[in-house]
């Protein structure tokens, strides 16, 4: 069984939810990103999303564009982020997501990049702007490799095309709490708990939701009626204030926030 399965089917099992910290490979360097996976896992997240540089990120707000910025100045490649996981995958049960411009793989080559990244242990893509016309030939490939394969519902995507995008991912779901970029927010958007229902009626994978979830608070309201609570630019710009100090204290610094996140999570 995929490692996102198996961590998805023992959290249902014990009546759970998934922390899921986003993170940008490669910034402020990869041996801070290296530091902060088991910083995670130490915290109690389940399954951490590793953001993939792009020069164009899709949604991504100033806080997450500013890091992927920077990490491309230093020329951190996909290559790399694949040895940098491959070094510390035997020590983690941490699922690892990589979250990717789908026009990387695209110009890498689909097939190479996904048998590049199985390699290296990873376990799923979140695709943000993969056309679901083009969604088939591509999971074909990741469920081939043994990998899991996320695209993403927006709140204006309409319900006949969420039920699609719903059907086509495995894994999970990526539900997006609001519209606009990425970003931290005082309070969640009315209606994500409807959304969440009708697609309950489509899919039996877990629903994970992301965009604007920043604190315990928001990550209990996400989890009372998702399985998951995505975050990321919170946890970005908590690394962005000490990015000189080092793998190990922005490790520490950092994996303080994953433990206050944990506090709001559904079972924990």
Do not use: W
């Not at 969420?162 to 997006?176: D, L, R």
């Not at 604007?212 to 996400?222: D, T, Y």
């Not at 989890?223 to 998951?228: G, I, K, L, N, S």
Request: glycine share 8%.
């Amino acid at each position: 069984m995929n490692r996102i399965d198996r961590i998805f089917d023992e959290l249902r099992s014990a009546d759970r939810a998934a922390l899921m910290p986003f993170i940008t490979a490669g910034y402020p360097d990869l041996d801070t990103t290296a530091a902060l996976l088991p910083a995670a896992q130490a915290a109690g997240a389940s399954v951490c999303e590793l953001g993939v540089p792009f020069s164009d990120p899709i949604a991504d707000g100033p806080v997450i564009q500013a890091s992927m910025t920077e990490a491309l100045k230093k020329g951190v490649h996909p290559r790399d982020i694949f040895e940098m996981v491959r070094a510390q995958r035997d020590a983690l049960d941490l699922g690892l997501v990589a979250m990717v411009s789908y026009s990387i793989p695209y110009r890498i080559g689909v097939k190479k990049f996904v048998a590049d990244a199985a390699d290296a242990g990873i376990d799923g893509f979140i695709f943000p702007d993969l056309p679901l016309e083009e969604a088939p030939d591509v999971n074909a490939l990741v469920a081939d490799a043994g990998l899991t394969s996320t695209l993403l519902i927006a709140p204006t995507t309409p319900d006949a095309r969420a039920v699609a995008i719903a059907k086509a991912c495995t894994g999970f779901v990526y539900v997006v709490a609001r519209t606009g970029i990425t970003g931290e927010r005082t309070d969640l958007p009315e209606g994500l708990t409807a959304r969440l229902e009708k697609l309950r009626g489509v899919t039996e994978l877990p629903i994970a939701v992301g965009f604007g979830v920043s604190k315990p608070e928001h990550v209990a309201a996400v989890t009372a009626v998702a399985d998951a609570a995505i975050v990321g630019s919170a946890v970005v710009r908590r690394i962005a204030e000490k990015p000189d100090a080092g793998p190990d204290a922005i490790a520490r610094h950092v994996g303080a926030f994953f433990s206050e996140l944990h506090t709001g999570l559904r079972g924990a």
